[in-house]
């Protein structure tokens, strides 16, 4: 599934910690890794920065490729990633801004909106070590829509790889459904097709993926879509959340790009994010 890697670096610590997270999985998958960098001033400071993330890799046993380039940083990270055919883009994302926003940083969300391969965003935070990531829960989020369900392939293949649990998520925001009416107003029986769509979903998503060798736990939520997701990545103590950038939810005609976005500002996970073509 991930043949080729591409992580971008700017010097940053949450950068270096997203591409421990890209090497981890490059020495998972056998993969090859390109390091990039966008400098537009000193060459030999980028080069410092990319030589450090190879001394990273060579410690875990993976020969990475690096190389300095220059131009608007997301702009020519998205290229590179088109160039080169890549299967995975990592990037770091911004911490916490405030009580409860989250900024990802204006790169990472100008990225996140060009690229055309899937982007693994590692939120910034201490680096243990060179090599030891490892995750025990995977969650891929669905809502039922076709792009939603291009997540969970993802989202099975790094369970299995791992040796992971495999949830599968439904929220049902009631209140976004019920739109300017009051969420009190909706009857037991709307709520309950919600649910019942919500299970087909879910159960939809697994079909799809042949979960059969692998331990699926799946549910169906209720709440305030980002903030149910946020929940249960902390009780069930979740590792990397995996979701789709687009596609209609069941939010009232609210974007699941929406969602998406406000779950990288309010998890502390790394997030796959699985971009529109």
């Known amino acids: ?107 990472t969300e100008r990225v996140l909106r060009r690229s055309p391969a899937p982007v693994l965003t590692v939120p910034e935070g201490a680096v243990d070590g060179d090599t030891g990531t490892e995750y025990g829960n995977v969650l891929v989020t669905t809502d039922g829509s ?41 009857d037991s029986e709307y709520i309950e097709r919600l649910e019942t769509q919500g299970h087909q979903a879910v159960d939809e998503l697994v079909a799809t993926v042949d979960a059969s060798d692998l331990d699926v736990r799946d549910d169906v939520i209720r709440g305030v879509a980002h903030d149910a997701i946020g929940e249960y990545v902390k009780e069930n103590g979740v590792d990397l959340v995996v979701m789709a950038s687009e596609g209609q939810s069941n939010l009232a005609g609210q974007q699941l790009g929406t969602v998406a976005g406000r779950v990288l500002r309010t998890v502390d996970r790394p997030v796959l994010v699985v971009t529109e073509d």
């Open 1 to 107: 599934m991930f043949d080729d890697i591409l992580i971008a670096v700017d010097g940053s610590d949450r950068a270096r910690r997203a591409a421990k997270y890209g090497v981890e999985l490059a020495a998972t998958y056998d993969a090859a890794v390109d390091v990039v960098t966008v400098y537009g001033g000193d060459a030999e400071e980028g080069q410092a920065v990319l030589d450090d993330v190879a001394e990273m890799a060579d410690g875990a046993g993976v020969v990475v490729e690096t190389e300095v380039l220059s131009g608007k940083p997301a702009t020519t990270i998205a290229t590179r990633a088109d160039e080169r055919g890549v299967d995975l883009l990592v990037v770091g994302r911004r911490g916490r801004s405030g009580i409860r926003a989250r900024l990802l940083g204006s790169v």
């Open 146 to 186: 076709e792009l939603a369900a291009e997540a969970g392939p993802y989202g099975a293949d790094l369970a299995r790889r791992f040796d992971a649990a495999l949830h599968v998520l439904n929220v049902v925001d009631i209140q976004a459904e019920a739109g300017v009416f009051d969420a009190g107003g909706v």
